[in-house]
């Protein structure tokens, strides 16, 4: 069985929709899926002036926590990772970076090479940066030697007008009218849509690991 990792930061939801459809699409695919997210490195408000989404960051964290933590172990275990993250100014989440800074141990010995790769995120706004994100977690798979796997064009489910994003699945997000409340507005086609990218991943995966053992 092809071993898939889905490592996810999500702040007030929309990520974490997205990496269950992910993990539900790779057991359905028929891998071992390991759905894991990574710890917030403070307790203090993120936005403590910004009522609406602190709110919701605090009722996701409290409402998440059954999800196992990342460690670097899920990733020497894993033959596949797909990464999800929102963006922030364009890049990944600091936690995320943060898992990500405590990798080197792994890295000087190789433990992350020719491992499939792939990233979906979620912002704010429809131009909010969604493929620098994307592109600068694929910075990190450029030092490992990983193998990066973009969704592409390579399915009717990235032409729909919520993905379109040939980097990786980017979901928006946004207020709503009801107050204290952030919309979740990860659409059906996202979600259909980060279950291609999973499941592309993982043939990805396999065939690496078919390729490397007749080598």
């Known amino acids: 069985m092809t071993k898939v990792a889905i490592v996810y930061y999500s702040a007030t939801g929309n990520i974490h929709k997205m990496a269950v459809a992910a993990a539900e699409a790779a057991d359905k695919a028929g891998a071992e899926v390991r759905l894991r997210r990574v710890a ?12 609406e989404w602190s709110q919701a960051n605090t009722e996701h ?36 970076k943060h898992f990500i800074d405590q990798t080197f141990e792994l890295h000087a010995r190789r433990g992350l090479m020719n491992k499939a790769m792939s990233v979906f995120t979620s912002t704010g706004t429809p131009h909010g940066g969604q493929e ?3 592109l600068s977690l694929s910075n990190v798979f450029y030092h490992w030697g990983a193998i990066i796997v973009p969704p592409g064009v390579t ?43 999973t499941v592309r991943t993982l043939e990805v995966a396999e065939a690496l690991r078919t390729g490397l053992r007749k080598a």
Do not use: C, K
């Not at 403070?42 to 403590?48: K, R, S, V």
């Not at 007008?161 to 659409?187: E, F, K, W």
């Open 40 to 51: 917030e490195i403070t307790d203090e408000p993120l936005a403590p002036n910004y009522q």
């Open 61 to 96: 964290v409290s409402a998440s926590r059954d999800v196992e933590v990342a460690t670097i172990d899920d990733l020497d275990w894993a033959d596949a990772v797909v990464w999800g993250t929102p963006g922030r100014y364009g890049l990944l989440a600091g936690p995320l």
């Open 132 to 134: 620098s994100t994307v």
């Open 155 to 197: 399915d009717d489910i990235l032409l729909t007008p919520s993905n379109g994003n040939p980097y990786g699945v980017s979901a928006t997000s946004g207020l709503q009218a009801i107050p204290g409340h952030l919309a979740q507005n990860v659409t059906d086609d996202n979600l259909a849509a980060v279950g291609y990218q």
